[in-house]
């Protein structure tokens, strides 16, 4: 749905410009030691005591700078559009108090990712905070919880994109990842949050019928316009990726390095997978293992993507600057060996579905399987314990997201084909045409596991674009007993 204002185009190139050369203000030629400040900061973090990790998230109407935008009257969590990532362990309990201070819609916490309960004050998407309302969430992770890296946003239907396209969604981080690689145990942590943002000429980000999913706009990292990072050659850093925007896709590329994949949406792969180019839809996490190449300076690129002819074009944009300098690390290398991971393809499912993405032929309309969303009526019923195998296809001229809550599936084809098996996700690209450029018939097969008894209760399937979940694309799953 692009619709572009020159205008607003032009401040906006003006000023991704501008900070471009900011960055590298007061920097020496390339390579020379010392030469280069590290801009790129982790997000602020809230981190778990004694098995319990107590938040506040006090949404406000506040001013605040975006790079170098300065917004006025958004709505973000604790004045920050980088608000704190959660960082705990497994088996620990989340004590959060929401404080909804918007004045016109109600809002909520979905814990993206997590496999917990959707139970009572849990990660409930049915519930609505009202404003002025406060809600006390407790959130309690199993001890055999995945590691990595997972999110949280509003799921208020209706104004879930306005409320994630104005600040409102931050990193969880479940630690653990690199534990079973003991030679990684010290090295860089590093968070890497992706939202974008475009301001209007009074300052004020566009009301929620007004935002444009093709809107050119600044893209960040934590709230930054393109920071620099440093490393130093062979050294080794992890770099948790999460597209916690509301609607754009990004396709990363690190000029001069491969990214080794250790995990996907928090899931720890079977084997490192090594990646040039990375698809990451709205609400995908990739966690990579990054080696500092040859002294020089390197960009963190996301390509310029089309989500179809329905859909819309984003230009490729720098979003971080890598230098590598200093003496070369001592050498640590890759791991190799990796805990095994069930490939559901060699157990029996207990049924089939076909999960059909439909939207009308403007681009409107979303639906699934004929019918909008309404929270009150029970779509899907699962019982516990069963191995399901979804096909979801995709009938309409441009790209979608399948994300499913509470739990993770195994893709195991897409457009039809057999993919190789490396772990599970929560969220999946769905093409829009198949292997022979059909438009409207592209498709991915799932194997999904409803076996965890914490998921039991109501939640639900959904597009991640969230101008389409709002849009009637997302359904509701009851897991039975
Ligand atoms: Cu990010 Cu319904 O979820
Ligand atoms: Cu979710
Ligand atoms: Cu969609």
Request: net charge negative; glycine share 10%; proline share 6%.
């Amino acid at each position: 749905m692009a619709s572009l204002v020159a205008s607003r185009l032009a401040v906006l190139a003006l000023s991704a410009g501008l900070l471009g050369v900011g960055a590298h203000a007061g920097t020496n030629s390339c390579g020379s030691a010392g030469g280069y400040d590290e801009t790129f900061r982790n997000p602020p973090e809230i981190v778990s005591q004694n098995g319990v990790l107590n938040a506040t998230l006090a949404i406000e109407a506040t001013d605040f700078d975006v790079a170098s935008m300065s917004v006025k009257g958004g709505y973000v969590y604790n004045g920050l559009y980088t608000p704190p990532t959660l960082r705990m362990k497994p088996g620990d309990v989340i004590k959060l108090k929401l404080v909804n201070g918007m004045s016109d819609q109600f809002t909520n916490i979905h814990t993206h990712g997590l496999n917990v309960s959707p139970l009572g004050n849990g990660d409930n998407v049915f519930l609505h905070v009202m404003p002025g309302e406060t809600f006390d969430y407790t959130i309690a992770l199993p001890k055999t919880h995945p590691a990595g890296l997972f999110w949280y946003h509003p799921h208020a239907h209706g104004f879930s994109q306005f409320q994630v396209y104005n600040g409102m969604s931050g990193g969880l981080i479940v630690d653990g990842l690199l534990d079973p690689f003991p030679q990684l145990a010290n090295i860089a942590d590093r968070t890497l949050l992706l939202k974008d943002s475009y301001v209007q000429d009074d300052g004020t980000i566009p009301a929620e019928d007004d935002l444009d999913t093709g809107h050119a706009s600044l893209r960040t990292v934590n709230g930054q316009a393109n920071p620099t990072l440093k490393i130093r050659p062979d050294e080794l850093q992890l770099w948790r990726f999460g597209n916690i925007g509301a609607n754009r896709y990004y396709e990363l590329v690190l000029n001069g390095h491969t990214m080794y994949e250790i995990a996907r949406d928090g899931n720890r792969h079977n084997q490192l997978v090594p990646m040039q180019q990375i698809l990451l839809p709205p609400a995908s996490r990739s966690e990579v293992l990054v080696r500092g190449g040859a002294p020089g300076v390197y960009t963190l690129r996301t390509l310029s993507i089309s989500t179809g002819p329905l859909g819309d074009q984003y230009d490729e944009t720098t979003l971080a600057t890598l230098v590598s300098e200093g003496s070369p690390a001592p050498f640590v290398a890759l791991p190799a060996s990796f805990p095994a991971v069930p490939d559901l393809r060699t157990k029996p499912i207990a049924r089939t579905r076909v999960i059909r993405f439909q939207e009308d032929d403007q681009g409107g309309n979303f639906a699934i399987n004929g019918k909008q969303f309404d929270m009150n009526r029970v779509d899907t019923v699962v019982q516990l314990g069963d191995l399901e195998e979804w096909e979801v296809t995709n009938e309409t001229g441009e790209l979608h997201v399948f994300h499913i809550h509470q739990l993770d599936f195994q893709v195991t084809k897409v457009n039809g084909k057999e993919v190789a098996f490396t772990g599970y996700q929560d969220n999946v690209n769905v093409p829009y045409a198949d292997d022979d450029g059909n438009v409207g018939k592209g498709s991915v097969t799932l194997r999904i596991p409803f076996t965890d008894p914490v998921i039991v209760g109501k939640f639900v399937y959904h597009c991640h674009i969230l101008e389409h979940e709002d849009g009637g694309m997302m359904a509701t799953i009851e897991v039975q007993e």
